[in-house]
């Protein structure tokens, strides 16, 4: 008689020689053909190499786009953990490219000091102006590429902590609303959640949506820094019924945006645009968001607000190097400049014509730790926006999963199991504490550089080194132009500050 366990070898022996019959047969893998049940291997270890690597063998400063040490950081801060480093830096400090700050020897007191910024008023001869009073907010996430658990705590933890989030191009959701932190409306090419059956902007739609109370603005997005010029998409399998009546698309396809707007195709068209959306939302502030690719664009745009007392309240630069859900390769690693040249060339030129009082520059791209946001303010930004960030608070891994629905911490996944196991009510309070750390952070560098507050970052304020032993300072690497520089340092800033 057979034992149990002969049975199992057995089925176990069947199993492989059925197995080994079909790598030799099939004619897709050359490999699996050559060398039958061992090829296998490869494609497993294909599967499990990159986590493999991320916690047994790289560094805590190898990993791309964002390393362990800043991830960890972010992870900390969430937490309410303590965020120092023990025993010094592990950054290269002759890496070329490394940013420094220069500390004043006589810092701004920062005994019993309000940690409040001067708040920064998008629109203030507008209808409805909107203050904001938080340094780095949540930036373009849409529902469908998040799920709603992760949409409902990043709303709840913007509205602890008193500031605000974009809803991304995926239009507004309950989610949104539910967590009650003030929005961002983004109007996509593709108009999600106001939309006509052939794709063109249904104004009467949008003007129902602007009853929210909680929408504070408009962003007209014309790119982003991961495929600037591409459009997005949403794979079909993240489209529940919910989702495709939010965005007002058919079930069972994948979800695609254009790479630009049906309604305008220029600068004069996009402005008549911007102000038709600004009436339809009774006054609120509308803005652009787009990747920069050179300084046409900027050069048109600060000649029209020169002529003109309408247009956008405020442009939102993303990096090149920022982040997506899905982007094509070719795109995320070759087209678009990054957000450190970027904000400098709109900084310089909206000086240049005397019009930088007119509108308010927001940053973003890549931007998780205060150093990075307080060099981007000091770079022309009045604020920041934060993606990736936020959603290491969230649990994010960095599985680099999201384009497949498969986020093991049920962030950007609409699988009901895996988002089971984010819970809104704690993560929310995380992405407060992150958000307030973020805020903290950038005060504290202003007042070890001698300022009162961020928007007093400048590039004088830097420097950066270009080669091991040799550091330059910012104002060499990227000058003003004379005109620029005879322009007094982003005229609104001080407007702000009184406001």
């Given amino acids: ?5 002969g049975w199992v070898l057995i089925g176990v022996g069947a199993w492989l020689l059925f197995t080994a019959i079909v790598d030799l047969t099939q004619r897709k893998h050359a490999i699996i053909r050559n060398f039958p049940l061992i090829g296998r291997f490869r494609y497993f270890l294909e599967m499990f190499g990159p986590p493999l690597r991320q916690y047994l063998f790289q560094s805590d400063m190898d ?23 023990g025993f010094g830096t592990q950054i290269d400090q002759d890496k070329p490219g490394l940013i420094k700050f220069h500390p004043s020897p006589f810092p701004t007191l920062d005994l019993h000091r309000s940690h409040d910024m001067a708040p920064v008023i998008i629109g203030p001869t507008r209808k409805r102006p909107f203050s904001v009073k938080h340094v780095a907010n949540i930036s373009g996430m849409s529902y469908g590429a998040l799920s709603k658990n992760a949409v409902l705590a990043l709303s709840r933890g913007a509205k602890l902590q008193g500031g605000y989030m974009s809803t991304g191009e995926g239009s507004l959701s309950p989610y949104h609303l539910e967590g009650g932190a003030d929005l961002c409306y983004q109007l996509g090419p593709a108009y999600f959640g106001c939309r006509t059956p052939e794709g063109r902007f249904d104004r009467e739609h949008f003007a129902k949506l602007m009853q929210h109370e909680q929408v504070k603005m408009i962003e007209i997005k014309l790119s982003q820094g991961a495929k600037p010029g591409k459009g997005g998409v949403l794979p079909k399998e993240k489209i529940t019924r919910e989702i495709a009546e939010i965005r007002r698309i058919p079930m069972g396809e994948d979800c695609h945006s254009p790479n630009c707007h049906p309604e305008f195709c220029d600068l004069p068209s996009m402005m008549k645009f911007v102000n038709e959306v600004r009436s339809l939302a009774d ?11 050179g300084e046409e664009f900027v050069r048109d745009l600060a000649r029209y607000l020169q002529e003109n007392d309408d247009g956008p ?40 014509h005397g019009v930088r009082d007119k509108i308010v520059v927001i940053g973003s791209g890549r931007l998780v730790t205060g150093a990075e946001c307080a060099i981007a303010l000091g770079l022309g930004a009045d604020l920041c926006m934060v993606a990736r960030g936020y959603m290491f608070a969230l649990g994010c891994i960095q599985a680099l999963q999201c384009n497949t629905n498969h986020c093991p911490t049920g962030v950007a996944t609409q699988s009901k199991w895996l988002m089971h196991g984010l819970d809104p009510t704690d993560k929310s309070v995380r992405v407060a504490s992150y958000m307030k750390a973020l805020h903290h952070d ?6 070890a550089l001698g300022l009162e507050q961020p928007a007093q970052i400048e590039r004088q304020h ?3 080194i270009v080669e091991p032993g040799r550091r330059v300072s910012l104002t060499e690497i990227y ?3 004379m005109k620029a520089f005879r322009e007094t340092r ?10």
């Fill in 479 to 481: 000058p003003a132009t």
């Fill in 490 to 499: 982003i005229m609104r800033k001080p407007q702000a500050a009184a406001a």
């Fill in 63 to 85: 990993e791309r786009p964002f390393n362990r040490t800043q991830r960890a950081w972010v992870y900390r801060t969430a937490k309410g953990q303590n965020s120092t480093i």
């Fill in 442 to 447: 950038v005060m504290a560098i202003s007042w």
């Fill in 462 to 464: 830097m420097s950066m």
């Fill in 313 to 352: 309240d405020f442009i939102q630069i993303d990096g090149g190097e920022g982040g997506t859900g899905a982007a094509p390769m070719s795109f995320a690693d070759h087209i678009g400049i990054s957000l450190q040249e970027a904000l400098v060339i709109t900084d310089n030129i909206l000086r240049e």
């Fill in 283 to 293: 006054g609120r502030p509308v803005g652009i968001k787009l990747c920069l690719g």
């Fill in 1 to 5: 008689m057979i034992p149990w366990w």
